[in-house]
Nanobody, 123 residues
């Protein structure tokens, strides 16, 4: 069974940076993409970014494009989300998830989830 564990969240001032990590274990060959999602208090969960394992193709939510960068370290079964120029509206619980399938990572169904890590952007 595939397991995902996020880390790297915390409290940061507006304009600051954080790097989130998603470490996978178990059947690490059984997924095709890793996605990052976030949920702010009182709001629905939204996809933030994703990356395919095979070709490292990526997708970003419009509001984070040019500020966030997703990358992978296949040797260490880790996917990163580098977040810069953080805004208060980036606050939320960030979770990573794994998906199986072909096509762009933004179109896949994510079935295996981590527990999430809190990101708070506030002065």
């Amino acid at each position: 069974q595939l397991q995902l564990v996020e880390s790297g969240g915390g409290l940061v001032q507006p304009g600051g940076s954080l790097r989130l990590s998603c470490v996978t274990s178990g059947f690490t060959k059984d997924y095709d993409a890793i996605g990052w999602f976030r949920q702010a208090p009182g709001k629905e969960q939204e996809g933030v970014s994703c990356i395919r394992s095979s070709d490292a193709s990526t997708w970003y939510l419009d509001s984070v494009n040019d500020r966030f960068t997703v990358s992978r370290d296949n040797a260490n079964n880790t996917v990163y989300l580098q977040m810069t120029s953080l805004l208060p509206e980036d606050t939320g619980v960030y979770s990573c998830a794994a998906a199986v399938g072909s096509g762009p990572c933004s179109t896949l169904a994510y079935a295996a989830w981590g527990q999430g890590t809190q990101v708070t952007v506030s002065s």
